[in-house]
């Protein structure tokens, strides 16, 4: 184990989202064990085309007990083309134009908390 002598500045936004109820995975661990996927932004996806694809694919059915409901996909402002995935996955798309996502992730948050909006 290895504690670089910076690691509380380094970390210090870990700690935050960490505070704030973030959970973090592989997509490998996603692709195996998520019914619903939330996508926020195309940011994700410009990086790793292939992301959406990888995350779709369903284990072979001898390491899953008999899944058979195709995977949900909400997908906040996705910038491109979401309905290519259509086929493997019922994808649900809430806002188009970046400018929006502030938006959305807000009032995403307020329902969560149990707050209303408008």
Known sequence: SIDHMNSETILRDVEVMRAA???LTTPNE???RADVLLMIGAGLVEAWPELPERLLMRPPMAQVDAI???RRILWLCPGGDPTKLAGRA??????RNRKDLPVLLAALR???AGRPIR
């Open 21 to 23: 109820g973030i959970m």
């Open 30 to 32: 996603a692709r195996l």
């Open 90 to 95: 019922k994808v649900q798309v809430v806002g």
């Open 110 to 112: 307020a329902r969560l």
């Open 68 to 70: 058979t409901a195709p």
